[in-house]
């Protein structure tokens, strides 16, 4: 009986590792950027939560050779299993991604919150007709202005070549009087280092990522959106896990997502503090005049999104517009 021993611990350790799922995470976003931080709280989530049982290695920076607008083919498709990716990329895939980075809209954490609760259930319908597992979402800090003097006037930003990060906030800058070139994040820096861009829309977080105190000496702080990131997973890999395992991962979605979202609450303090150490100067005072241009030139912009969307924008408004009390 004693021989037997050694022979039944090697069976149950190769059963152990054979049951043990290998997943691999893409991420656009630099390693220390707000959202590679959130993937591996996940991944550490996941970690305990299935008891090992799941293994997911990040891959940050780009690393895998996707943007996070080749993310959502690539996840439906099976070519990555899990990807966190910025949703405003995929606004020519449905508009209904492009929800958190309407200019305007929502310009502070709450409103951001209660924008994703209305949206969220739109979110998901969406990423399962395309053969995906709507996991979580995070947000980004305000979005602002970086560049090489203070976007703090009408006149400081009338003709910049600024980079915008989506269609409706390049069609905002472009009536706001600037210059915007759309650019995926993975394009800005070569953008800035031969003068294609002076001045770059992002958070200040973003920035910071990319060390763009090396291209920019200012970021002014101008609220025009929160955007999301989302986490999502292949239907087929999801569904292939085992009952448990598939609790183990939703759970710490759940987890990650209040991580997330509870981060943001001190980042933007972190965020100016490490930008004051490197030589960025940080505006957060800005003329009215310039926001109330900015707030004019988003409401065809809005409206158009709305119309492009239909019934299912109305709706998700009204619930959002009652849940702020406006």
Excluded at 42 to 53: H, V
Excluded at 114 to 143: G, I
Excluded at 156 to 166: E, P, Q, V, Y
Excluded at 241 to 263: I, K, N, P, V
Aim: glycine fraction near 6%; charge should be negative.
């Amino acid at each position: 009986m004693t021989r037997l021993i050694p022979g039944i611990l090697m069976a149950m350790i190769a059963g152990a590792a054979s049951a043990q799922t290998s997943l691999d995470m893409a991420n656009e976003y630099p390693q220390n950027s707000i959202h590679a931080q959130t993937a591996d709280h996940f991944i550490q989530a996941l970690t305990d939560q299935s008891e090992g049982s799941i293994v997911v290695t990040p891959h940050h920076g780009g690393a895998l050779g996707y943007k996070s607008v080749d993310h959502y083919d690539a996840v439906g498709d099976g070519a990555v299993p899990i990807a966190t990716s910025f949703s405003g990329a995929w606004s020519g895939i449905n508009p209904i991604f492009l929800v958190s980075s309407l200019p305007f809209l929502a310009t502070d954490l709450d409103d951001t919150r209660a924008l994703y609760d209305a949206t969220r259930p739109y979110y998901e319908a969406a990423m399962e007709a395309d053969n995906q597992v709507f996991l979580y979402a995070t947000p980004w800090p305000a979005s602002g202005f970086w560049g090489r003097q203070p976007v703090d006037t009408v006149e400081a930003l009338r003709g910049l070549k600024i980079r915008s990060f989506d269609t409706p906030g390049t069609t905002v800058l472009v009536n706001a009087g600037a210059a915007p070139v759309q650019l995926s994040w993975a394009d800005i820096v070569p953008q800035l280092t031969t003068n294609g861009i002076d001045a770059v829309l992002t958070s200040a977080d973003g920035g910071a990522s990319a060390q763009f105190w090396e291209y920019l000496s200012h970021f002014t702080e101008a609220n025009y959106a929160l955007p999301l990131q989302v986490t999502h997973m292949n239907r087929d890999s999801f569904d292939a896990l085992s009952d448990d395992d598939r609790a183990a991962l939703l759970e710490a979605a759940a987890q990650t997502e209040t991580f997330g979202w509870d981060l943001l609450s001190s980042r933007v303090d972190e965020n100016y503090a490490t930008l004051a150490d490197h030589g960025v100067t940080v505006t957060t005072e800005v003329d009215p005049a310039l926001i109330a241009s900015l707030q004019s030139a988003a409401e065809p912009v809005v409206a158009e999104w709305a119309e492009r969307v239909g019934p299912d924008a109305q709706a998700l408004l009204s619930e959002y517009r009652a849940a702020i009390g406006r």
